[in-house]
């Protein structure tokens, strides 16, 4: 599935700083990207998400940024926070409800 | 979103057994997906589990080694067949309302094959 490439592969953050996760994609037929976030010993939860027909979508302290002809979205964390800890999946969907899994982010926020 | 239970939760198997994994959703869901996620690995598509009729499997991935059943619209399960300990993995049931919306999953079943 070489069709996501998402970086980096870590990241650490100080709390209350802000943590950018990239997604770069080939395939032109995916219409929904989102991201999923997981905590060790649980499956993907959806974080957040956004449709083509939009370039940002934010809920609380987490946006998506989304640029159509780059094929690239983002995940911006906010005031980044030690609960935030996770591993981060972008992944986006063509029809059929087909997702590409992105090959995961480490975030650790340091209190 | 919906609730969905895995059984079991994890498993200690020997080498050329066979295990059931169970997926239980509390409500009725159109589509069910059977995923593999080795640790700290990204999350690899087994097959799609189809209501009535044979599951679809992704490359890589045959009947013969990873049965499916999907009796109706709330349950699903995934047999992994002849385990070896290439087959250790932990094993993620998905689920999704209709086509087009995204995939809830369940907490997964982390599988260990002496």
């Known amino acids: 599935q070489q069709q996501v490439k998402q970086s980096p592969q870590s990241l650490i953050v100080q709390k209350g700083g802000i943590s950018i996760i990239n997604c770069a994609y080939e395939?032109?037929?995916?219409?929904?990207f989102p991201w999923y976030q997981q905590f060790p010993g649980k499956g993907p939860a959806l974080l957040i998400a956004i449709r083509p027909d939009v370039s940002e979508k934010k809920e609380g302290r987490f946006t998506i940024s989304f640029n159509k002809s780059a094929k690239q979205f983002s995940l911006h964390i906010m005031d980044s926070q030690p609960g935030d800890s996770a591993t981060y999946f972008c992944?986006?969907?063509?029809?059929?409800?087909?997702?590409?899994f992105g090959t995961g982010t480490s975030l650790t926020v340091i209190p | 979103s919906a609730v969905i239970s895995q059984k079991p939760s994890r498993d200690i198997c020997q080498r050329g057994t066979s295990l059931t994994i169970q997926c239980q959703v509390d409500s009725q869901v159109t589509m069910m997906f059977w995923y593999r996620q080795q640790p700290g690995q990204s999350l690899t598509l087994i097959a799609t589990?189809?209501?009535?009729?044979?599951?679809?499997?992704e490359s890589g991935f045959v009947i013969d080694k990873f049965p499916i059943s999907r009796p109706n619209l709330t349950f699903s399960t995934l047999t992994v067949s002849n385990m070896s300990p290439e087959d250790s993995s932990i094993y993620l049931c998905s689920v999704a309302y209709s086509d087009g919306q995204p995939q809830h999953f369940g907490d997964g079943t982390r599988l260990s094959i002496l």
């Open positions: 395939n032109t037929a995916f219409d929904y």
């Open positions: 992944a986006p969907m063509n029809t059929g409800n087909q997702f590409y």
């Open positions: 589990a189809n209501q009535g009729s044979e599951a679809t499997y």
